[in-house]
């Protein structure tokens, strides 16, 4: 492969076009979905615990292969990408594990992490020893790290592959790019009919600004166009999206403006932009702060950047690239400006629900920055251009007091509402219509915890799980590890999960069937 795809041409897709519709419009395999995209929000190996078995549930339920969408940042992605690329030779049922009722969890259960699990992967995710073991991988060193952990136990991470949907969309960057072949790509799993994915990462050089950067298995980039955003003030960054095996390329050699191809000059193999980038940008907590002192040697994620829109004239620079968490830890972004009608977020956050002395809401910080302005514990804006649902502080208030009511009845943290979206520049949102939302907020579930056995239940009132369930630190919450989670402490959050998705079948159900198709 690697003569073969020195250069490679590539479709670009100017967003910037009146009428613009994303490429995925056009699959065959999307008609006849409901027009709703899940959304897993960030937290490390907690919100894929959590994600796995929001998953599990769903598909318990029978309703994932009827959604449309599934976007994910940081953890959620950990979580949910290899699920969706997972290896035809790995049953469903395997990776995600069975589902099992709250007696059914015996202390010898939750312990247990099967081979090809996800909860195998997460229970021993070992960063600390892969960061030893790729010391001198350069940029490439966190994305490896990654790659070890969540791709390669699932036969899917050969760093030289690229990826694409399905089979008709690998036909069609075969038509066009005859050296390639079949093997040198991974698709999604054929099997479950999966959502169409978007991951999100941020651009995050030069200093003074960042931009979402979405990662699809069709195409990568940014709608919206920044002029003169880019290193030293010069270049453009965003108005549209290149195909995933055409990125971290050097400028376009040609053009084709007739056909919208590009024909590119790639890196070495090992610089293939793979699964593994996309899983190592979105997780990429402490790429910016690596980036503001200066540190980017620690080998967190750079690749070659050019605006689709600038063709023959683009110039490729090198700019690092960070957590999708950065400008938005909820997925929320993306669903948006796709017109999606309903939203299914899952809120895989450590933030434990409540009001404090103040009178103010203690909650996830990702929520109320869809409302209002807030600030960080520096007093700086956080999430400063989330603001999509303004004007509506009556909504967010009696979401906080609906998430509770349901925690203090034991029962999921799950509430529904509807809102009108704003315009949001920073994301190239546009507003004048409505969304639904169904929120699931990360909470300890007491219907839940009281069907326990006794042995189980002790476990988790004596710390021996960690004295947080299911709130635990995205980082060093096991002190020295840095992201493992114990057996006890994934499987618990992944049945938990699970049961309150079945729990909540019929207005799950309800809520997805009330969407329009596409």
Known sequence: MENRAKYVTAKIYDA?????????????????????GLCFSGGGTRSASLTLGQLRGLKEIQVLDQIAYLSAVSGGSWGSLPYLFLDASIPDGTFLGPYLKPQELSVEEIRRLPKYSMASAIANSGLFDDLMKNLFAGDERYSNIINDIFLKPFNIGNRHKFFTFNASTLANVLSYNPQLEPGDFYTLNPNGNRPFPIVGGTIIRPKLGRYQFEMTPMYVGLDGLFREAGSRGKYDIGGGYIEAHGFDSDSPDLVDADKNLVYVRLGRPKRRFSLADVLGVSGAAPAEYADRLGLEWLGFPEFKYWSPISGIDAKAKEYDFADGGVMENL???????????KLLIFVNCQTPLNYGADGKANIASSIPALFHQIRNQNGEGHFRDNIVFMDQEDKFNSLVDGLLSKIKNGEPAIYTDTYQISDQPAHNIKGGRQVEVMWVYNSRIDQWVEQLPIEVKQGLEDGSYGKRFPLYKTFMENFPRIIDMKHEQVNLMAHQAAWSMVQSKKIIQDFIQGASTL
């Open 16 to 36: 910037t076009k009146p009428g613009f519709q994303f490429p995925e419009k056009e699959l065959a395999l999307l008609n006849g979905k409901k027009n709703v």
């Open 331 to 341: 997925g929320i972004m993306p669903m948006l400006k796709r017109g999606v009608d």
